[in-house]
């Protein structure tokens, strides 16, 4: 159980246009999703936390109308990346928790798989 | 920003040897979580360890958290090939439980 995917998992495209990633909880209801970014050999930085149903949270330093996150549902969030630039180029990853059968949040985070973008 | 930093950044060590990985963070804890990842890939989490608790097993794994020392060690035994990966370790801070926050992890590589 537990199962996080994203998609695409890999994505090419011209400087300029947008990308959109999705990720979606298969086998759970995700009370919140969290959106990271990570440079190669570099550890992951959290660029933004969403509930569903409610604005997400940015963290300090990332651009908000540059990352649009969407939590339209408990079991996807996507992440567009608008006017994508070389420097988006990175590895993206989400990942989600719910709760247990007695309705508590759960800790434990369950990560997607990534999606590598490179912008050209 | 991180909270969290592993030690070493690098190790090598022979199949069927012992790895330890260390980690310190700055700020009071919920819990503390370890995660490893292959290269190009997704996180997998391996265990989770709370803030009242000491040390925590999983098969071939083992971890310790000393909250006075703000430090947590992870300890992988007998190992193997497939263990070859990065290792994470990622704190919830007390008073922002929502969120986790990455150290910059260690690569751990096992020779054959």
């Known amino acids: 159980g537990a199962v996080v995917s994203q998609h695409p998992s890999r994505v090419i495209c011209k400087s300029g246009t947008s990308v959109k990633i999705e990720c979606r909880s298969l086998?759970?209801?995700?009370?919140?999703m969290f959106w990271y970014r990570q440079f190669p050999k570099k550890s992951l930085m959290l660029m933004a936390t969403?509930?569903?149903?409610?604005?997400?949270?940015?963290e300090q330093g990332v651009e908000k109308d540059k990352f649009l996150i969407n939590h339209a549902s408990l079991t996807l969030s996507t992440l567009t990346v608008t006017s994508a630039h070389p420097e988006d180029s990175s590895f993206y990853i989400c990942?989600?928790?719910?709760?247990?059968?007695?309705?508590?949040?759960?800790?434990?985070?369950?990560f997607g798989p990534g999606t590598r973008l490179t912008v050209l | 920003s991180q909270q969290g930093e592993e030690d070493p950044q690098a190790l090598s060590i022979q199949e069927g040897e012992n790895a330890t990985m260390n980690c310190s963070y700055k700020t009071s804890i919920n819990n503390l979580q370890w995660y490893r990842q292959n290269s190009g890939r997704g996180l997998v989490h391996l265990i989770l360890?709370?803030?009242?608790?000491r040390e925590k097993h999983s098969g071939r794994l083992r971890v310790t958290l000393d909250t006075s020392k703000k430090s947590s060690s992870l300890l992988i035994t007998a190992s193997r090939a497939a263990d070859t990966a990065s290792y994470f370790c990622?704190?919830?801070?007390?008073?922002?439980?929502?969120?986790?926050?990455f150290g910059k992890g260690t690569r751990l590589h096992i020779l054959p």
């Open positions: 990942s989600a928790r719910g709760r247990d059968a007695g309705r508590a949040i759960v800790d434990t985070q369950y």
């Open positions: 990622a704190t919830a801070p007390r008073f922002r439980d929502d969120k986790i926050i």
């Open positions: 360890i709370r803030s009242n608790e």
């Open positions: 969403s509930n569903e149903g409610s604005k997400a949270t940015y």
């Open positions: 086998d759970f209801q995700a009370t919140t």
